[in-house]
Every structure is written in C-alpha cells, then in structure tokens.
C-alpha cells in the first residue's frame, strides 16, 4: 500500500449542509492529536450528495471514499485507514485509480457506472479554491491551445462539437458565438448565466463551488473567439460560496496572466467581473439577466433584437449558461469529434442532472446524451427512498413538464423531451412517488411562477395568477369539469401568448398533468378525493381503534388539541377541530392513525 | 417597401418599420395599449399578437420580410386578445360609468350633467341630457329615477335627488329660453311617427337631430299620449307639458292631431308615402278581471277613468270608491278620485313590498287619506245593477313567480265584504292584439312583436316601441324606446339595419367592419358599450363624509287634495347647488378615452370571465395635475418608459414583482414628491 498523500472532505455546499465542516474540523484535530502530517484539503462534490459528507484517503495510485463521514467514526478511520493501512471496506462507498492515465471509478450503489464526466470531471477531485490543483488536472491547457487558434476555427470547433445550450433552450452555442463575431461593435460582451433559480435545481452551484476554473477558462476561450474584451458571471447572491470560490479563482487566474492584459502575451486581452443577482427568478431570462446588469430593474424586453446583436449596453453579446461555459474547454483540449462522439444524432455531449425529490440517490450526475430517463432514475438513481413505484418525474422546474412513468424509455435528447411536454431545461429533476399528488405539484410550480414573474406582461403576471386559483379551487374540492377545460385553454393561452420564456413555459407543469395525470384531476372535481391523499381538503385523520394503544403520543403532540381518550385505551380525532397537520401520523409507532377521503361515501 | 400578405392580402409596407405601425397607417384595425412610436417597442400588454406561419408574434416588435403572411383578425387572434383583456378586466378594479347612468333606462350621463348643475351650468346640462332623453321637465316631476335607487350614496346615506336637480335644471332651461338642437339638412328621407306619446316624441325628435323628415300622426286632440291623457296634472302641471314638447315640435317636425290610425289614414298609406315608419301608440286598453259583477254600473277602467278626468268630461263618482291594482295608474287613479270627492281604498293583492308603484307616490296618496287593504283581491262583484258592494278574499304569499315576486295566494274560507259605489280597475293595460293583426303586425299578449335588437316589426320598415313593445311602462323608458327607434330607423334608412343587427348582437364576430363603418362604431358603443364595475359594500364607503339629502318640498296634504294644482315645489337654486355637490363621481374620468373599454367592447370581454383576488390600491393625488390609480392600470408601462426617456429614472418605476406589480415613484414616495413631473 502507498503512501497517504492526503485526506479531502467534499465541502461544496451540500457537503457542509450535510456536517463536512464538522467532519473536517474532526480530521483536523485528530491529525493534530495524533502528531500526523497528512495534508488535509478540502475537494468539491463529487456528485454523491445523498452520501455526504464523504471523506477521500488519497494516495498515489487510489484513491478511497468514505460516505456519511461524521465526527463519531473519523478516530476509526485514521487509526485503521491512515495509520494501519487498512482500509474499513464496509464504510467505502467509491474507489478511484488509475488505468491506462485515465481514472476509473467503483461505486457501492453503481452510481457512476453509466455517468460520462466532462463538465463534472474535476468536480470532487481537485481543491477548487487552488488553481494549481486545476493546473495539475489538465487546466487552461485549452486556453493555450485556443491562443495559437484563430477565433474563427475555434467557432467552428464548437459548432462542429453540436454543443447547444444547457442553460434549456437548447440553441447551438457555436452559432451564437459567430452571430455575436459578426455582429458590429466597438465593444463585445460575454456573460455567465449563473442564475439557478428552478426549484430543485443545483448543477451550476455544484460546477461554481468545485471547479470554477473550468467555467473560467471556457469564457476566456469564449471571449477570444468572439472579440469579447470583457465578461460578466451573473451569479446570484444565495450562491454565497460560489462567489467566494468565483472570487477566489479569478484572482488566482489574474496573478497567472490567463486574465487580464495581454494574456499569455497573446495580445489578447479581457477580464471578468461578478454581478450579484438579487434573487429574481426571472433574471436568468437573458435579456431581463442584461438589463439588471445593467442596473434596470430585470424585465424582459421582446427579442429580436437578440443579445448577440444588441446586448448588454446595446452592444453584442454572448450570453451562455455555466454548464456550456464549462463544456468549452473539454471540447477545444480534446478536439470536437471526441465530443460528438458522444450523445444522439442533435444532441451531443453530455449533460448534468440534480437528482432530488423522492428519489434515493439525490445528487448530481453527469451522463451521455441519449440515455433514457429509466436508466437515470432506476440504474443511477436507485429508485425512490421508500421503494416505492417512481410515478413521474418533472424536468426543467417551473418552466418543465412531468413525464410519466411510462414514458420514462425516452432518451434525454432536447427534441425528444420537449415532445413529452417537458422541456430539457437546466437539468433539474425532481421524483415523485405515488405519494406524490400531481394536481398539487402543479400548483407548487404555478405558486412559484405567480411570484416570480416580473410583472411586466398580461398573460404571465395575470394568466398565471388565475392558473393559480383555479388549481386551488380543484385541491379544496370546489373544481368542476368546466374550470379544467377554461384551465387548459387559459395555459395553451398564456404559453403561445407570454413575452419571456418565463410566461411562455409556466402553463408546462399544468399542460403535462392536465396530459398524463387527467385521472387525477377528475378524482379532484368529480369525487372530491385526492388520490395520493395530499390535498388537506380533501382527507382526514383517524385512529384506527384497534391498532390504537393509547399510548397518547399523538394527544400530547397535537398542536391544537384535537386528539382526546383515556390512557390505554383508544384515542379520537376531533374533526372539527383538526388542522391536518400530520404530526399524530408522524409520531404513532404503532400505524394506528390512517388518512382517508374527507368526502368517503358522499 | 417590401411586399408582405395581410389577411390574404397583398400590402406594400415600409422595411424599417414594425409591421404595427405600418399596418395603423394604412387603417387596419390593431390593438395595443403599450406602443408608442416614440418609444422602443416594448411588448407588455400583448393586444397586438398577430399569427405568423411561425406562430403568433407581436406586431409591435414584428419587422416586415418580403413574402411575410400574417393573420391580423382570426378567430385564434380575436380569442387571444380577448382573453389578454379578460385578464386585465379581471384585476382592474374600478367603474366605467356610474352605477347611475346604468341604471337609468335611457343610459343618460347624470354624473355628467349633476356636474354642470353644480356648476350652475344649466342650458348645458339640459343640453347633455337631450344626448339621451327628451322631455326633462316632465321627467323631472314623473320619473321614478332608477338612477336615484342604485346610486352609490345609498351606501353612505341616501341617494342625490336626481330627479329634483333635473326638474330645477329643465324649468330653468324653460324659462331662460330652452336650449335647441342644430338641425343639419334634410337628408330627404321621410318618417311617419304614429302616436304623439313619449315614445313617439323621442323617436322624431332624435331623427330630426339626424336630418329626417318627421311627421307625428297623433288620433288624440293634442300630444302627450299618457303623459296628458293619464299622468294627472297635480303630478304634472299642463303648462310643463306643453313647453317641454315644444322644445321637441320646434325641431321642425310635422304633426298630425286628430288623425287615427286604420281610421283616418291606413297604415299601407304610410308605408307608401313615407320611407319608414314608427309605432307608438301605446297600451290603452284596461284589463279585466273576469270575476262575476264587472259588467254592473259603477264598475270603471282606471285609464277610461283619467283620461276622462283629463279630458275633462264629467264622471260621476259614488262616495266610496275602490280601486284594485298596485302600480302607477292604481295611485293616480286613487289620487284623482279621492280630488273628486270620494273615499277611496285601494285593494291591492300582495303586500306592501311588491307594488309596483312608485313608494314616493304611495307615501303621498295615503297622507292624502287613500286607504290601502293589501293582501286581498275581489271575487265577486255584488249588485242589482249597480255596484253595492265587493267580495274579497284575503290572500298569502307563496312561492316566486317568473317576475321573482311573491306569487299571491287565495285564503280559502277568508271571505269579506266592502260596501262600494265605485269599482275601478287598475290591473294592467294592453293594445288589442287583434288591431295589431289587422295591421298586418305580429302581436302577442297585448305587445307589438318586435326584433329585440332592431325594433323592427313582422313588416319591414315598420318599427315600434314605447308601452306597444314594452307594456305599461314609465316615460323614461318609453322615450328610450323611441331614441333607440330612431337609431335603427336612421341605420335602416341607410342600408345598414341587418349589418348592424349582426354588429350588435356580435360585435367580436365583426370588428373589422365596425372599426370602419362610423355609424356601426357609433351605435355600438351607445348601445352595447362594455360597463366595468367594482363590488362594494358599505364598508368601502365608510370614509365618506355624510350629507344629508336635500328635503322635497310637498305641499301640505290638506292644501293637496283640494284640487290638480302642483303637490311638489321647485327646489331653490342654493338647494340645488348643494345637492349637486353630493355626487360622488363614481363613473371613470376618462370613460370617453379608455382604450381598455373600446377593445372590451368590440372583442366582447367579460369582466367576470376570470374570478379571483383583486388588487386594492391606495390612489396617490397628490400631484396637482396627475392621478396614479394602480386599480385601473393595466401595466402598459409607458408612464415608466416616457419618464425614463424624459427625465431618467427615479419619477416613475415599477414596484415589486408578480401578481401584486405596481406603478410607483420611488418607495415610500408619493407623485407629489416628484419635481417637474407632469
């Protein structure tokens, strides 16, 4: 066994949520205790999420990961792993080594088995607050070679590669870069779209915090090809970690001439600034993304003129997504054939999901394009926590569709999930089981979108609003066949009508359940019954008396009361006075307290 | 210019223009709220979406490409902006008109003319109200004001006294030389108006301000119709009567007296000479009741009865008198009897709360001694020869009929008896379906069968209205009738009757032949204009200051019921200038302009299309010059871009995001703050 070159702890944001910094803490003083001089570094997420915090024992040739790391088993891991030698195998949950230059990796839950790792490729392995680290790891390699390339054979580069846009809509990124070349302009802009905003959705997050440089140098090389002379990363301001790794790395890139004047002495200069977001969803629009840079409030405004013509203070420029940014420097080290090498006929490359929701390996994945949804959720994704059936999965947040269960052989390729209804979107996906109610999921995403939208045009600030009401009207139980129908008129309405994507993408949650879920609608208005048991109006709570015990752990945690019986015997729901709330069914041991239709039998 | 296709049509259209200005150039019809020529194209109210091959696109934003073929007015487009309008109609809280000027029969502008009044103006006030009625004089003493019930101040204390404003306005008018229409010249056409009542008047006065030749075709000696031979002259002194029709007659049209139709002149006669023809002769017959005893002596027809009264010619009344009804002409018929000498109880079989009569003339009767039996109807008439005395029935209410009142219930076993000289029945009146039928005239329960939109009846260029439409009715809705003749007629004489038939009934089906036919524009929006309103209770008017309204002046009853003289006073002007400033000026300020109710009413909009919560905002007045009402806007965003353009930010901006956006000067500023902005 090799020598122990250091311990890492994944410490992006979901790692400390999880406890890394605890964790870290632990190492730390336990390394300290010990007398030991392993270096300890801190990596980013590898992707694992739903194993964090994870701990790597780092050596020459392999590199071993340790899942659920918290304080409590770090003595252990020393003593057996760093200072013994042996590895505790029924903690390891990844391996990583070497074949043939290129890393391969093991995994407990066959997590990465079917994953493809280009934008994510650094993610988890390299310490994102040091450049060197991403040096090491093959880093501004593509930037050299770029420098020696024209900007014109670099643009062609990407548009052989077939990259489109990851930021959802999907739009060729080389031809984007050549409308915004060939526009005219004293001044050309590049920008980052680092505005995650769906529900569900981290990838950019993930991609900022563990490997910033990546995005970098792929807006550099952007930049050039372009005529770009400087750059804006529109990150918004709940990303705190990512603008301080962004901060961190861009400092790093200047004190190493990839940013600035003259930059590798190539005559080529340019540099990026950061621009904090104020939280509007709507701001990762490009153009309402352009004017709040600006300093406007952030509305979208009618294209054309597109960006690329008429951009950011009227100048061309090249808005991508931190996804495609990150994608650039892969494509122009390895050549574009390598790239659409991979993926299906128009989609190429590869793409970044967030797994959350009901499912049981919640994280980031990367995979080719063309794999189908069964494969993510079940062989990558493990299924749902609770084992059981998937019933449908929503992609693209507010702005995507659920597909069904049933529908989950389609390949994730842009033409092919937009004909479910979806979209491909920035690559959230969030899993719902058959506890899942579907009419309700609709209405969590129109209650985003009525929030979020700017305000600025009818069918978005108003249609979606009244979405909203008659999907609460159909959860209370008060909806009538006639209000689905005005429903799916008033979305097809507000989609083919609305200014922004924003406004034109709201209707999808409602469209594709209205389109695959209409049973569960009917169960709404025609039964009154929710079918997944969700819809407060639509249930009650009871005790089963001969399960009860009457323990009175339920009486005691009721918050209003409503649960009343004598010790030891069998406990009753007050109706009338019962708010709902679920807490008795959480808190009975014994499955005594069932959720029915409120309307049984009416 | 490159060529592009609109509506299947080839247009010539500038390059560097959006198409939504070039095609406004050439006169097609495209909405928008948020353009403006001087500013960027800013794409927020959607009302300009146009179909492209490639979907729908606003043509604000839309450059023309040669070849280009875009739908400006399909039914997917028209569908489209009308939901754009119903969602903006959905969160757009305030009034297109008083709830006043709805509620009158004639859509009059009495917020409008309240205003001259307090202002003192008058002849202008008369002149305002003579856009939708004639005859204010009278209606100032008769008219039940439908407008004085629904008016907003019910809610804060009790409604404007309408009707004495308009009464002092009319007699002033009167008396300083009444204000007159200009006649434009004769457009040739002739129209023969049969019946010189309400009706009649209305409809050839209001063709005359067209330029029609009118003659009136009158069977009695003199016109009014009702208003001379049934409203009695304590309610409506003859002197009032004869100025106000003066004003009507002096337009220059013909009148014929003492000339009957299917007596003196026939009505294939009329269709021949003149090129249209309007009936308005009214519902004279009385009902019957058809209970044992109607035929004896003493038993009377209440209209028979006034008319004679009014006529002058004697009739002899008994010392008790009973009169069975609840409307109008029960009371005038009570009042009238009660002036001749007798005693007088009125029967009457509901209660109170259903008579139809005016509460205001009930009040006066009963001070005057009319006594009331409610909840009883005759059954029988007892006498030998003549009436001695009436069999009643009590009666109870039970369910609802189709008018929504109670339907009145017969008591079995609650027989009683009232000694009478006089029976006189004031139970409904009718025309003779058979005259009608002779005429060639389809009739049905004692009406004219009329189309509901165009009035025209079963023969063509024969129209009607008045009480042979409407039944026995009230002058204001009446002289209604007979304005909305005379805009058919016009538009008959014209060709354009069917068109504009089909116009109104549906106007979203039509737009593009409505936007450019004056007259269907016009007709449309006087007759079907799209009316916003807002909810309110009580609770919303809480702020109001209270002002008491201002006291009618009755004569003392004793003094009353000695003859026909006048019961009600003039009010004085200080009076009047005083109640005037009670409106509250419900109705919008820019009812004439608004752009969001012309595209609401040719798209057919509906403001109740999407319920949900609406926005309330506080209104800032604090600027001398400009009033920000977020109720009424519809986040067009030009005050923002204008201003932006102007003076830079910091006037005017959006405020917070979503549903609840707002037009706002910086937070926690007002308009007032804002230097220079006007």
């Not at chain 1, 979208?300 to 420097?329: C, D, M």
């Not at chain 2, 008790?320 to 109008?328: A, K, Q, Y």
């Not at chain 2, 016009?522 to 006291?551: A, G, I, M, Q």
């Amino acid at each position: 066994m090799s020598e122990i070159k250091a311990i890492a702890v994944g410490m992006n944001s979901c790692g400390i949520a999880a406890g890394a910094k605890e964790t870290y803490e632990a190492i730390k003083r336990e390394l300290e205790e010990r007398g030991l001089s392993v270096k300890l570094k801190i990596v980013g997420c590898v992707g694992m999420c739903y194993r964090e915090p994870l701990v790597d024992i780092i050596t020459e040739d392999e590199i071993i990961t340790y899942g659920h790391v918290d304080p409590k088993k770090v003595p252990k891991i020393i003593e057996e792993h760093v200072i013994k030698g042996k590895p505790i195998e029924e903690w390891v949950v990844k391996r990583d080594w070497w074949e043939d230059g290129e890393r391969r990796t093991w995994d407990v839950d066959g997590y990465f088995a079917k994953q493809k790792k280009i934008v994510l490729e650094n993610s988890g392995y390299i310490d994102p607050e040091n450049i060197d680290e991403y040096i090491q790891a093959g880093g501004y390699e593509a930037l050299k070679k770029a420098l020696q390339m024209k900007p014109e054979e670099i643009i062609d580069v990407i548009i052989k590669s077939g990259l489109r846009g990851r930021g959802g809509a999907g739009f060729p990124t080389g031809l984007k870069w050549k409308f915004t070349r060939e526009a005219k302009g004293d001044e050309k802009y590049v920008i980052c779209n680092a505005d995650e905003g769906d529900p569900g959705a981290f990838m950019d997050r993930n991609v900022l915090e563990g490997d910033p440089h990546r995005v970098i140098e792929g807006m550099i090389i952007g930049a050039y090809a372009i005529g770009a002379t400087k750059g804006f990363i529109y990150v918004r301001a709940e990303y705190p970690l990512a603008i301080k790794r962004l901060k961190i790395a861009l400092q790093q890139a200047r004190e190493r001439g990839f940013l600035g004047e003259n930059i590798l002495g190539s005559g080529f200069s340019f540099d990026i600034e950061i621009k904090e977001g104020a939280g509007a969803f709507v701001c990762g629009e490009e153009t309402a993304l352009i004017a709040s840079i600006e300093g406007k409030r952030g509305m979208p405004r009618p294209r054309p003129p597109y960006p690329a013509q008429k951009g950011l203070w009227g100048k061309p420029t090249n808005i991508n997504n931190v996804e495609t940014w990150a994608n650039v420097p892969w494509i122009i080290k390895h050549g574009w054939e390598a790239y659409a090498s991979l993926g299906t006929e128009k989609s190429k490359g590869t793409k970044v999901f967030a797994l959350s929701g009901k499912i049981k390996h919640g994280g980031n994945v990367e995979v080719p394009m063309g794999i189908t949804l069964r494969e993510i959720l079940y062989e990558i994704g493990g299924g749902t926590k609770t084992g059981k059936r998937i019933k449908a999965v929503q992609l693209g947040g507010p702005s995507g569709g659920c597909i069904p269960e049933y529908l989950f052989d389609t390949p994730v390729d842009y033409e092919s999930v937009t004909a479910t209804g979806a979209i491909m979107g920035s690559g959230g996906m969030v899993v719902m089981d058959e506890d899942t109610c579907m009419v309700d999921v609709a209405k969590f995403f129109l209650d985003f979108t009525v929030k979020e939208s700017c305000g600025k045009c009818t069918f978005c600030r108003l249609g979606t609003k009244r979405m909203w009401e008659v999907l609460d009207k159909i959860t209370n139980g008060q909806g009538t066949m006639d209000d689905l129908k005005e429903l799916e008129e008033l979305a097809t309405k507000v989609k083919a009508g609305s200014l922004c994507g924003l406004g034109q993408t709201a209707p999808n949650p409602i469209l594709t359940t209205l389109r695959y879920f209409m049973d569960e609608y009917i169960a709404h208005v025609k039964d009154k019954r929710c079918p997944a048991k969700v819809c407060k109006p639509l249930i009650k709570y009871v005790i089963i008396p001969d399960k009860c015990t009457g323990c009175t752990a339920c009486a005691i945690s009721c918050p209003v009361k409503a649960i009343s019986g004598e010790k030891l015997k069998p406990h009753v729901i007050d109706q009338e006075a019962c708010i709902k709330c679920g807490t008795c069914y959480t808190v009975c041991r014994f499955d005594a307290i069932e959720i029915v239709d409120a309307y049984e039998g009416d | 210019m490159v060529k592009v296709i609109v509506n299947g049509k080839e247009v010539d259209v500038p390059e560097n223009k959006v198409l939504l200005q070039s095609l406004r150039e050439k006169g097609e019809h495209i909405p928008g709220m948020c353009y403006d020529f001087e500013l960027e194209p800013y794409g927020s109210c959607r009302l300009c979406l146009v179909e492209t091959p490639r979907g729908i696109a606003t043509s604000c934003t839309l450059r023309p490409v040669e070849g280009l073929a875009i739908e400006t007015l399909n039914e997917k487009i028209i569908s489209m902006r009308r939901t754009a309008l119903e969602l903006m109609l959905s969160d757009h809280y305030g009034d297109c008109i008083g709830p006043c000027q709805d509620g009158c029969p004639a859509h009059s502008d009495v917020q409008g003319y309240l205003a001259l009044i307090a202002m003192g103006k008058y002849h202008e006030a008369v002149k305002l109200m003579k856009e939708k009625y004639i005859l204010p004089a009278v209606l100032g003493r008769v008219c039940p004001a439908f407008c004085e019930s629904k008016c907003r101040r019910n809610l804060v204390e009790e409604p404007l006294a309408i009707r004495q404003l308009k009464r002092f306005a009319a007699d002033y008018d009167l008396e300083h030389g009444p204000w007159m229409p200009e006649i434009p010249p004769s457009t040739g056409k002739r129209v023969a108006v049969v019946g010189g009542g309400p009706a009649g008047l209305a409809c050839a006065y209001y063709l005359r301000t067209m330029g029609h030749d009118v003659t009136i075709i009158e069977a009695m000696p003199e016109l009014g119709g009702m208003m001379r031979y049934g409203i009695p002259p304590y309610r409506l002194p003859r002197d009032v009567l004869d100025k106000d029709i003066a004003t009507v007659i002096n337009t220059g049209i013909e009148v014929k007296t003492n000339t009957m139709l299917g007596r003196d002149i026939t009505l294939e006669e009329l269709r021949k000479e003149y090129d249209a023809v309007f009936l308005a002769i009214g519902a004279w017959k009385g009902r019957k009741m058809g209970i044992e005893g109607e035929e004896l002596e003493g038993v009377m027809q209440g209209i028979e009865f006034l008319r004679k009264v009014n006529m002058g010619e004697e009739v002899k009344l008994g010392e008790r008198v009973i009169v069975v009804g609840g409307g109008n002409t029960a009371i005038d018929v009570a009042r009238t009897a009660l002036r001749l000498g007798a005693k007088v109880t009125v029967v009457y079989r509901r209660s109170r709360e259903e008579m139809p009569a005016n509460p205001r003339e009930v009040e006066e009767a009963e001070e005057e001694g009319v006594e009331f039996i409610f909840l009883a109807n005759p059954v029988k008439i007892h006498g030998n020869g003549k009436v001695e005395k009436v069999e009643l029935i009590r009666m109870k209410l039970g369910e609802p009929d189709e008018s929504g009142r109670r339907r009145p219930v017969p008591i079995e076993g609650s027989n009683f008896f009232l000694e009478a000289d006089n029976v006189i029945l004031a139970i409904g009146q009718y025309c003779d379906d058979s005259f009608l039928k002779a005429l060639g005239i389809e009739a049905k329960r004692g009406k004219a069968a009329v189309d509901e939109i165009t009035l025209q009846t079963s023969l063509e260029g024969v129209f009607a209205g008045g009480d042979l439409v409407l039944g026995p009715s009230t002058v204001i809705e009446s002289i209604a009738t007979g304005r909305k003749a005379a805009l058919m007629i016009d538009l008959y004489l014209k060709g354009k009757l069917n068109k504009a038939r089909e116009a109104l009934l549906e106007p979203s089906k039509h737009i593009e032949e409505i936007v450019k036919d004056d007259d269907l524009y016009r007709v449309l929006f006087d007759l079907r204009p799209y009316n916003h309103w807002k909810d309110v209770t009580e609770k919303d008017y809480e702020h109001v200051e209270k002002k008491p309204r201002v006291k009618a002046k009755l004569k003392p009853a004793e003094e009353r019921i000695k003859g026909f003289v006048e019961v009600e006073e003039t009010l004085t002007e200080e009076e009047v200038l005083k109640e005037a400033e009670r409106c509250m000026s419900c109705g919008c300020m820019e009812v004439f302009r608004c752009k969001l109710r012309e595209y609401a009413t040719l798209y057919e909009a509906k403001q109740d299309r999407f319920k949900g919560e609406t926005n309330r905002f506080e209104i800032d007045e604090t600027h001398p010059n400009v009033v920000l009402d977020n109720n009424k806007c519809v986040l067009c965003g030009r005050c923002v871009n204008l201003t932006h353009e102007i003076a830079g930010e910091g006037v005017v901006d959006y405020l917070f995001r979503g549903f609840t956006t707002r037009i706002s000067p910086p937070l926690g500023e007002t308009l007032g703050d804002m230097d220079g902005f006007s």
